[in-house]
């Protein structure tokens, strides 16, 4: 087969694999950054929960 034959087609294989992998590690990296930010996002909220149980002691204790 000569060089540049009209059915030729390793240029696109490539080019779909370079596609699939460039997809591949986009959607790891969406992962990576989600899961960064679920972890981040429990943190506070663990964060805020004991803030208010101890505003909530501080209060009665206060009090009594």
Request: with cysteine.
């Amino acid at each position: 087969m000569a060089e540049g034959d009209w059915d030729d087609d390793s240029a696109y294989k490539d080019a779909v694999q370079r596609a699939e992998r460039t997809t591949r590690f986009g959607w790891l990296t969406i992962g990576a950054t989600v899961g960064t930010l679920g972890c981040a996002l429990l943190a506070a909220i663990g964060a805020v929960a004991v803030i208010v149980v101890l505003a909530a002691y501080a209060y009665i204790e206060a009090r009594g």
